[in-house]
């Protein structure tokens, strides 16, 4: 089974709330952009492609809702969900997209516009499938026969407007007939790696094991691991990585123990305008994700808590880059 995050129906964006997963899965149909803006906000949808695809719809909801096009409420929405997470620069990267397409194209009627939005966010989405597909095969070149990956977070089609990216790497080496291992860290705090990975590898048939993310030191120290393989949110200039709370560490542990640690990015997700990795926004997440994330409370009441939802890799870790163009090394 392979499984669409994100899909236009009609006038509204159909999409699975990640936050059922793995118990449910149920789609949500919305047609009111402002759901949409909290749905990314709350994680429902997440990862960094996919949340810019959904800005892309979500353009076009707007307009679809509001009735008329005005270009001041398209910048306004615009900016509204630019602000909804700041990490992953493929929000920013679509809606700018969509906003400059637009300006370009000087719809006058309401009509023209509103074809034109879907247009342009189904351009984006389809052109995130290619770059995944891309991906996946440029990174199937760099993997064994019979290997044993280990990944965090989650980067498949749930994340994606595709295949994923560093899972979309693993499902290509899986149809080209390798014998692929993953073991997938659980990502504390949200644990979309349990949540999510672990789920989405299962139901595509994946030989997964599940991981507390303090587990993985280990099983590179006993030689277990050929590589790590993780996604990306923003890719600086200098080729420093913004990508979930937790792949610092690996990385650090992959050199360590002499494991390749590859990044798996589209175009999209680089980021021409930030120097390094000291100039991307890290998103802080409440408290509470972190104090009573089990469905009951599991710290003491009024504990000071810090949850940054993303760390920075520096360059100098990452064995290579694989992005749809290629691979390059780091
Ligand atoms: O907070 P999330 O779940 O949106 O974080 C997602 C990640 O960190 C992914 O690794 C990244 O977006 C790459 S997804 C292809």
Do not use: C, M, N, S
């Given at each position: 089974m392979r499984i669409q995050a994100l899909a236009r129906e009609?006038?509204?964006?159909?999409?699975?709330?990640?936050?059922?997963?793995?118990?449910?899965?149920?789609?949500?149909?919305?047609?009111?952009?402002?759901?949409?803006?909290?749905?990314?906000?709350?994680?429902?949808?997440?990862?960094?492609?996919?949340?810019?695809?959904?800005?892309?719809?979500?353009?076009?909801?707007?307009?679809?809702?509001?009735?008329?096009?005005?270009?001041?409420?398209?910048?306004?929405?615009?900016?509204?969900?630019?602000?909804?997470r700041p990490t992953a620069v493929n929000l920013a990267w679509a809606v700018d997209r969509v906003i400059r397409f637009v300006e370009g194209e000087q719809p006058t009627t309401f009509a023209a516009a509103r074809d034109l939005l879907w247009a342009e966010a189904e351009a984006i989405h389809t052109q995130d499938r290619m770059m995944c597909a891309a991906i996946g095969r440029h990174g199937a070149e760099l993997i064994g026969p019979k290997a044993t990956i280990l990944t965090h977070c989650n980067t498949g089609a749930l994340a994606t407007g595709g295949i994923g990216t560093a899972l979309g790497i693993i499902y290509t080496c899986v149809d080209q007939g390798k014998k692929i291992r993953v073991y997938a860290d659980e990502t504390r705090p949200l644990l979309q790696g349990a949540r999510l990975t672990a789920w989405e590898l299962q139901q595509g048939g994946i030989d997964v094991t599940l991981i507390t993310d303090s587990t993985a030191g280990m099983l590179m120290q006993q030689g277990k691991i050929d590589y790590v393989l993780v996604g990306a949110d923003r890719i600086a200039k200098n080729g420093d990585v913004a990508n979930k709370i937790g792949t610092y560490s690996l990385a650090v542990l992959a050199k360590a123990h002499g494991v390749p640690f590859y990044v798996a990015a589209p175009t999209s997700t680089f980021d021409p305008k930030i120097e390094s990795g000291d100039e991307i926004p890290i998103e802080e997440r409440s408290a509470m994700e972190v104090t009573d994330s089990f469905g009951r409370r599991t710290a003491p009441y009024d504990i000071a808590v810090y949850s940054p939802a993303f760390d920075i890799t520096p360059a100098e870790y990452i064995t290579a880059y694989i992005t749809d163009q290629g691979v390059k090394e780091g």
């Open positions: 009609g006038g509204k964006l159909r999409f699975i709330d990640q936050t059922k997963l793995p118990l449910e899965l149920e789609y949500r149909e919305v047609g009111d952009y402002r759901e949409i803006i909290e749905a990314i906000k709350e994680l429902q949808i997440r990862g960094a492609p996919a949340i810019g695809i959904a800005a892309a719809y979500g353009l076009a909801v707007a307009v679809e809702q509001h009735g008329e096009f005005k270009f001041d409420h398209l910048r306004q929405v615009a900016q509204q969900f630019k602000e909804a």
